[in-house]
């Protein structure tokens, strides 16, 4: 894992990042996990809880949440929710980069998320919150030969939206315009060979 770490921190460091966080915009950090796997090295996906009211309810998707006031930074923000909702300690060490900032399609002006991308020796143990009903992991290679289209009821209509599947489950929305061009990143030929 360790080539791994230090091919994606020099891929992720290459590219240009697109920051979209003007002051007063609530904002939120999300962290993609990677571990070892089998064949490959896989991310790791919680499936949100169903609770009333919550709009992500019951969808698949990256840990993380809402930056707040004793967060240090959207770093501090991501390491701390992954923390609170799946009980995993994640470290400075294991952190290879970061992603574009991105806003909900549906709310533009609601949210701007930031992703940090960590790469873990090992697959840790879990401890999910109530936030949490479950943890799937997915293979890279197999991930990205996933994508396809899913039809959910979106913004009050059936909506064909871009999605991956992991463990049978759908991955549409931010979380697959997150994954999406990490996934082209780090299914490319050099780091495949890694």
Not at 77 to 96: D, N, P, S
Request: glycine share 8%; proline share 6%; with cysteine.
């Amino acid at each position: 894992m360790d080539q791994l770490r230090e091919q994606l921190r020099r891929l992720l460091a290459a590219r240009a990042l697109r920051r979209d966080a003007p002051e007063g915009t609530p904002r939120a950090a999300v962290a993609l996990i990677l571990a070892p796997g089998d064949a490959c090295a896989e991310a790791l996906f919680i499936e949100r809880a169903q609770r009333e009211g919550d709009p992500w309810s019951g969808h698949m998707a990256l840990p993380g949440g809402r930056v707040d006031a004793s967060d240090a930074d959207w770093l501090a923000a991501a390491v701390r929710e992954t923390r609170e909702e799946i009980g995993v300690e994640l470290h400075e060490h294991e952190l290879v980069g970061e992603l574009d900032d991105l806003r909900p399609v549906s709310a533009p002006a609601r949210i701007v998320v930031r992703p940090f991308v960590f790469v873990l020796e090992r697959r840790p143990r879990f401890t999910l919150n109530h936030e949490v009903a479950g943890v799937q992991w997915a293979a890279l290679d197999e991930l990205a030969r996933s994508a396809g289209a899913v039809e959910v009821q979106h913004l009050g209509a059936l909506r064909t939206m871009p999605s991956y599947f992991v463990g049978g489950r759908a991955v549409w929305g931010m979380t697959q315009r997150i994954v999406e061009p990490f996934l082209t990143l780090a299914t490319s030929g050099a780091l495949k060979r890694a």
